[in-house]
């Protein structure tokens, strides 16, 4: 996401832009022109702000892999620290989960496995990409760490392990998404939650 504080107005016009054309034409058909011409700012201010213009669609790839990131929580309002109990979070969670596992969500998980292999040979997309997905990690930490402070889960496991797996098995579905026999959502999202029921709420008691 843009940080609406600390990031410069111009600046941040420039990635709203190129995003906006970005979600309505393919990457390799942007040009700086075209981002110039619908932002309204000078091609000096274009590259005061930005190495070069891969630069800019570069920061408009993290931003997009964040929001992809980030809706995995977006919908889990759990009030963690406050009166919530474990079926509510628990409840909360699955449902947050559920919401980002059919095949609707197929082209995000494409687009996000697609922006982090291009950052494994662009050191500087990697860069910005390891800024972004730490913002992302700090959140499934803090999530883990609440469960486990409130007795809900064993608190002697590594509270980055269980953010990097837990988003490891959320992105994992892009392997059935590249197959023709689609893989049943209910059947993923049974394995998705015994994985999540071990790892946040492994004290819970059923009754």
């Not at 406050?82 to 596992?101: C, N, P, V, W, Y």
């Not at 998980?109 to 050191?123: G, H, K, P, S, V």
Request: aromatic share 6%.
């Amino acid at each position: 996401m843009i940080n609406e504080t600390t990031i410069h107005p111009t600046k941040r016009r420039l990635i709203e832009v190129t995003h906006k054309i970005y979600e309505e034409q393919p990457i390799h058909t942007i040009t700086s022109e075209l981002v110039l011409k619908l932002s309204g700012i000078t091609k000096g201010s274009l590259y005061h702000h930005f190495a070069d213009f891969p630069d800019l669609i570069e920061s408009v790839q993290v931003v997009r892999c964040e929001k992809f990131a980030s809706l995995e929580l977006s919908e889990m309002t759990i009030e963690i620290n406050g009166d919530s109990d474990i079926e509510t979070a628990r409840s909360r969670l699955f449902s947050a989960l559920r919401k980002r596992q059919d095949s609707t969500t197929s082209s995000d998980r494409a687009e996000r496995t697609w922006i982090i292999a291009q950052a494994l040979m662009n050191a500087r997309l990697a860069t910005k990409i390891i800024s972004s997905e730490e913002r992302i990690m700090e959140l499934w930490m803090n999530l883990y760490s609440s469960c486990a402070d409130r007795g809900w889960t064993n608190s002697s496991l590594d509270a980055r392990s269980v953010s990097v797996v837990t988003q490891a098995a959320i992105l994992s579905r892009v392997f059935s998404d590249l197959r023709s026999e689609e893989l049943a959502t209910e059947n993923w999202i049974t394995v998705v939650e015994a994985m999540v029921d071990r790892l946040y709420f492994s004290n819970r008691v059923v009754v």
